[in-house]
């Protein structure tokens, strides 16, 4: 008597449909990627360094810019002058600056100092300066860690909106700079901090030249965002940058009131 032919348990079936259907599937997005690389035009390699952004309202701090006119500096009045950091003019009465700096004006162990503060932007070829009126520090803001490392100066002289627009780029320095992949990265600062989502690293393209805190990153005329801390000649810890973007909805509630 022959052998009777043998049977295919319920598990045996559902584990062979499972892989034909994986294999009919992955046969298809095959087809799909392979008409997709021929019929669709990607655009250039550099887009890959660019900062996603959301939709704003550019009369109030539009940060592309022309000649970096908008880039200034706060600075201690005293002698000699001290340099405290870089700032970005947003608004006639606001300009953007680390937590770090502004949070600085605030330090009893500053008081002495409180009205030594200034701020300047260079306009159409002339220093234009104003006091500061008051400093506003992001509430999460940690000097232990850097956190949420971002602030604004309020003027207390506006400076007119009308004028920045044209700049003058005698008094910027610029020093060309290549970003460093996310692991190489987290490997020189997750020792000293574990980076957050809205900063990245950079490094100089050449050694010798030395960032002050709040240096602008300018890609394509547009500013992405400030050396927020690391090693101001990029060497050991390189320079760590913080997306202004992330921050974009922070910063317009108040410039706009």
């Known amino acids: 008597m022959p052998p009777k032919p043998a049977k295919y348990t319920r598990g045996e079936k559902c584990l062979c449909a499972h892989i034909v259907i994986t294999l009919a599937v992955v046969a298809i997005l095959t087809i799909v990627y392979i008409v997709h690389l021929f019929l669709v035009t990607h655009k250039e390699y550099y887009d890959a360094f660019k900062i996603t952004r959301r939709a704003y309202d550019p009369s109030i701090s539009g940060l592309s810019i022309s000649d970096y006119q908008s880039i200034g500096v706060a600075y201690l009045n005293t002698t000699p002058v001290t340099t405290v950091c870089v700032t970005l003019l947003l608004h006639a009465r606001w300009s953007l600056a680390p937590a770090q700096c502004t949070s600085m004006r605030d330090d009893p162990d500053m008081a002495l100092y409180l009205y030594s503060w200034n701020i300047k932007y260079k306009i159409n070829g002339k220093h234009i ?28 002289e506006p400076i007119n909106k009308k004028m920045y627009y044209v700049g003058d780029t005698s008094d910027s320095v610029v020093n060309a700079v290549r970003p460093i992949y996310s692991y190489k990265c987290a490997i020189y600062a997750d020792p000293i901090v574990q980076l957050r989502d809205y900063e990245f690293c950079v490094a100089f393209e050449q050694d010798g030249p030395i960032a002050d805190h709040g240096a602008m990153l300018v890609m394509n005329s547009t500013i992405i965002g400030f050396f927020s801390w690391g090693d101001i000649k990029g060497k050991g810890v390189p320079l760590i940058i913080l997306n202004i973007i992330h921050f974009r909805e922070w910063f317009e509630s108040i410039v706009s009131l």
């Open 129 to 156: 300066n104003s006091d500061i009126k008051r400093t506003l520090t992001h509430s999460h803001f940690s000097r232990e860690d850097y956190h949420n490392n971002i602030g604004l100066f309020e003027h207390e």
